[in-house]
């Protein structure tokens, strides 16, 4: 029996703060697995590779032959053989799990690994494997290829083949085989191959494994893995020339390396670089998890190396920050100000959607008295000078909005109509941004059929609504932002916070005692979340109570109902057009899914039942729960099968 070092430890790949477990590789020289009858040897325990289309790629089955003659064994030896259906006996891949647990006195069964945990030291991961001497056949094609980047050279190469192979007991997820596959590991050619990178290239994988530990393990913890990762590299630097891997180009470098992981994961197969054919992600990326972890990567990859300030490993953003501090000690005045300005517009979003959600569920009296003491509160703090004088004016506007908004709702309610009040309230926040106080005003004139007092404040958002400038807001989840049009810039270097007047965006907010100004279209919203979606939120999913949806899709769903409702059908063209384009092309929307929810309606309307049960399928990839799509598709669908659509 032999042990060796492996993974990332061995080849200088990890960093303290990436706290890497110890690999280590057992195998027996006492177990002769071959690929040719040739190698067969007398009085040896042999084992026939069969590497055939019943197998999957990356896998083999184990045959057992006879000791005396290189023929196959005819006869189950013990309860870790087993005869398939032509006869042949089969080794089962528990054979090692089993015994490595023996032999270690326990631990963690993880895969093929056993894993020994120690208090205050890294935790050792053991592998249990058979060596075979032989190249694998599955693997002969990889000597003859050869990339653009002419790597890895002849002699790297002549040296892989050289080093034989394992089969390690671990069979493919959801093969017929499982129980009986091994998993053929190249692991000595793998190191050398890392061992021929270049500094460059290590960095990339490093700082790869960073962003996994920091964004998407804790997440999604079996995903992405970090050899799937050092497939990406392999991959990346076998198909670009060498000038591409240099020290003053590894920003790019990376990029490159995270839009080949996302291409995988868009695909769902990462190609194992030295038998292409064993796809390293079959069955460890779920349909739920897929496009959060694509989101995820698309934020990385825009932010343009800004992600990797967040990276708490290795204090490795607080180093870089410290960097670019010393290099550019003063910015770029706009991108100072297009940042201050931008974080002021979260924290206010931030702090009122902190006091709004403390009454989400409470009734229309409770949440009426609350808001109000919000606002006393902030009239008195307003009397004093400086910051708190500003924060004071721009909160309480949002208070007296949603105020308004909900004396409407009774309004409608019991009156079937709008008091001064109400209205006096509402008015209050019509100049907090550029759209959402007015579209507030909007839905309440929607609601009480008012079109013609609907039109009218629609076209006044739309005139003021520049496409160049106005930035959206929405802090109500996270979720991948770009970065701010070049004409926020230009407004915010020469202006101070009143510009989120005519420079913001913010998401619209419903709350469930406005339901009688929300349109019945978004109400569903209200209403998206079922007992066993309860289950699966955190504490940051407050924002499900309520009906959000984002400003620019609002204005052009209501547009297209006001002048449906009209009759003017150039304008109902044209603002189904610009919702359908905003959902394709806008970028910051925090509520995707409710916009599309809101096309397929539309869709609905317009008597495009295809086209809607699309809406609400690509609404559901986005967001799986939590997501009122089900009760759209399923209200779409007894509608179709009834014969109505």
Not at 521 to 526: I, W
Not at 547 to 572: I, K, S
């Amino acid at each position: 029996m032999f042990i060796i070092f492996l993974g990332s430890l061995s080849e200088g790949t990890t960093t303290i703060g990436l706290d890497s477990d110890s690999d280590r590789l057992i195998f027996w020289n006492k177990l002769n697995v071959i690929q040719d009858w040739k190698d067969w040897q007398p009085g040896e325990t042999n084992y026939l590779m069969i590497q055939d289309e019943s197998v999957s790629p990356g896998y083999c089955l184990l045959q057992c032959l006879r000791k005396d003659a290189p023929l196959p064994c005819n006869h189950v030896c013990n309860v870790y053989s087993f005869r398939d259906r032509a006869g042949r006996i089969l080794l089962r891949n528990s054979l090692f799990s089993d015994f490595m647990a023996s032999f270690l006195g326990g631990g963690i069964k993880h895969g093929p690994a056993c894993t020994q945990q120690h208090l205050g030291s890294k935790d050792t991961d053991f592998v249990g494997a058979i060596y075979c001497k032989a190249w694998p056949l599955q693997a002969r094609q990889w000597l003859d290829w050869q990339g653009v980047g002419q790597w890895p050279s002849d002699d790297v190469k002549r040296y892989c083949s050289n080093t034989g192979c394992f089969v390690v007991g671990v069979g493919s997820k959801g093969s017929q085989n499982e129980e009986l596959e091994w998993r053929i590991s190249t692991c000595f050619a793998e190191r050398c191959l890392m061992f021929n990178l270049n500094i460059t290239q290590i960095r990339c994988y490093v700082l790869m494994k960073m962003i996994l530990k920091t964004y998407i393990k804790t997440h999604y913890e079996d995903t992405i893995s970090s050899f799937m990762c050092k497939t990406v590299v392999l991959q990346l630097t076998a198909n670009t020339q060498s000038s591409f891997w240099r020290e003053n180009n590894l920003l790019v470098c990376l990029s490159s390396c995270l839009l080949v992981l996302n291409n995988y994961i868009l695909n769902e197969n990462c190609p194992h670089f030295i038998i292409p054919g064993n796809n390293l992600m079959a069955g460890h990326i779920s349909s739920e998890s897929k496009p959060h972890i694509l989101e995820i990567l698309q934020y990385i990859i825009n932010s343009k190396g800004t992600a990797l300030l967040e990276i708490e490993c290795d204090d490795l953003g607080e180093r870089l920050q410290l960097k670019l501090n010393n290099l550019c000690v003063v910015k770029v005045s706009g991108s100072v100000s297009a940042y201050l300005l931008y974080i002021t517009a979260e924290m206010v979003h931030c702090t009122t959607w902190q006091c709004l959600t403390s009454v989400r569920n409470s009734s229309d009296e409770i949440t009426i008295r609350t808001l109000m003491k919000y606002l006393s509160k902030l009239v008195i703090l307003s009397q004093c000078q400086g910051l708190d004088k500003t924060a004071c004016r721009l909160l309480a506007p949002w208070f007296g909005t949603t105020l308004g908004s909900i004396l409407a709702s009774q309004n409608t309610e019991h009156y079937n109509g709008i008091s001064e009040e109400a209205l006096t309230w509402i008015s209050l926040g019509l100049n907090t941004d550029v759209s959402s106080g007015k579209l507030k005003l909007a839905s309440v004139f929607y609601c009480t059929g008012d079109v013609q007092k609907t039109e009218t404040v629609l076209r006044d958002i739309e005139r003021c609504y520049d496409l160049n400038i106005v930035e959206p807001v929405c802090k109500c989840h996270n979720y991948i932002k770009k970065y701010e049009r070049k004409g926020f810039y230009a407004i915010s270097d020469n202006h101070n916070e009143d510009a989120l007047q005519y420079a913001t965006a913010f998401c619209v907010r419903f709350l469930r005692c406005e339901i009688n100004c929300i349109p019945k279209e978004l109400q569903y919203e209200l209403f998206k979340s079922t007992e066993e979606d309860l289950a699966f939120r955190d504490e940051d999913d407050e924002w499900m109570d309520f009906a959000m949806v984002d400003t620019l899709p609002y204005l052009y769903f209501l547009q297209y109902r006001t002048y449906r409702y009209l009759g003017r059908q150039d304008d109902t063209k044209k603002a189904l057009s610009n919702l359908i384009r905003t959902i394709d092309q806008e970028t910051n929307l925090g509520h995707k899914e409710t916009a599309l929810n809101l096309l397929g309606q539309c869709m609905e309307q317009e008597n495009r039942p295809t086209a809607a049960l699309r809406c609400y399928t690509v609404s559901l990839t986005l967001r799986g729960r939590n997501n009122a799509a089900k009760i759209h598709i399923c209200r779409l669908l007894s509608t179709m099968i009834n014969g109505q659509a």
